[in-house]
């Protein structure tokens, strides 16, 4: 019997730590419709993922239908690919190893592929953004939280044996330097994220006695020293310099290593990138492979921030083998 009914949408899901937003997306990469619910208020992931299940249902029946939903995509933080569970995730108020993909699938009734937050929008990028068309590309997420990455090797995602490749906010950038959540010294992530970039604005003001307007402010922000950067105070300028110059350190030893065609940014401390990019350019060019230096682009993501990790989930969704209890 011929069987002639293509599905022609997707569910993409991004799980962030405050808020879970879920999207229906078609065949061409277009947001149909989403809407959110909040994370923190569903301290049970059993409660979490009725919540969820009702919302997916809702969104699809009110746009054409649950019966043109092919599968489900899901990013989430710490979460592992070939297991379908979150991880460990030291942010998210569920602990342990959570089942999340299994659980969403036996309340929903379809198919449903899991990804970190760094392998979906490393999806995203390949399906939708700057990474269209390469097949060997590195995108590192730069998010308040902390550092992630994914790297496409021959067209494919490499994700290691365990599913935990591409923790490069987990690399050593400072032997016994700063006190990471992992339990480890000197990651990257401890120098290059929001509490990184404070907590080097900290040690910075009190090392150094020039006048700094940072100095007023008790709740210093990131926007508090980019506006003090932008007004020429040394100090604000210091932080941004070292700060981009670790980076493009860590982005060169990935480089040697993986020998990629581009090195693709995303994620909401992008928007400072400018201030950090002559350092960070600095950092590279000097410690990169030299048979390498001049080949590797380093580019900041086009997809608008709200819609990366959706878009990338829905291409996950595309992946998974299809299944449903109601064909």
């Known amino acids: 019997m011929i069987n002639d009914k293509i599905k022609s949408k997707v569910i993409g899901i991004n799980v962030d730590v405050a808020t879970t937003t879920v999207a229906v997306v078609d065949l061409r990469g277009n947001i149909v419709a989403q809407d959110t619910i909040a994370t923190q208020n569903y301290p049970n992931v059993n409660n979490f993922v009725e919540a969820l299940s009702e919302r997916v249902i809702m969104l699809a029946e009110n746009n054409g239908g649950y019966e043109s939903i ?39 009734g379809l198919a449903v592929a899991l990804g970190n937050d760094a392998h979906v929008t490393a999806l995203g990028e390949s399906s939708f953004g700057v990474a269209h068309g390469m097949d060997n590309f590195i995108v590192v997420t730069l998010v308040g939280s902390g550092l992630g990455s994914c790297f496409f090797s021959n067209g494919l995602a490499h994700l290691g044996s365990d599913g935990f490749a591409g923790e490069l906010g987990h690399t050593c950038i400072d032997a016994g330097g700063r006190q990471c ?29 020039a006048p700094s307007k940072m100095r007023q402010n008790t709740a210093l922000t990131l926007d508090d020293i980019a506006e003090s950067a932008d007004e020429g105070d ?22 040697s290593v993986v020998n990629p065609e581009a090195i693709i940014l995303t994620g909401e401390l992008t928007k400072y990138s400018g201030r950090m990019w002559a350092a960070m350019e600095e950092g590279f060019v000097q410690n990169v492979f030299g048979n390498i230096r001049d080949k590797v682009k380093i580019v900041v993501s086009k997809i608008n921030d709200s819609e990366r990790n959706v878009l990338g989930a829905s291409a996950l969704a595309w992946k998974v083998k299809e299944y449903s209890l109601f064909k």
């Open 70 to 108: 092919r599968s489900v995509g899901m990013c989430a933080p710490s979460s592992n690919y070939l297991t379908g569970c979150i991880e460990n995730s030291p942010n998210m108020p569920w602990k342990g190893i959570v089942p999340i993909a299994a659980m969403l699938r036996d309340s929903i």
């Open 181 to 209: 959540s992992c339990g480890r010294k000197g990651c990257l992530e401890e120098y290059v994220s929001t509490r990184g970039i404070l907590q080097t604005a900290r040690e910075l003001l009190e090392a150094n006695d």
């Open 234 to 255: 040394s100090i604000a300028l210091e932080v941004w310099r070292y700060t981009g110059y670790l980076l493009g350190v860590a982005l060169a030893n990935y480089a």
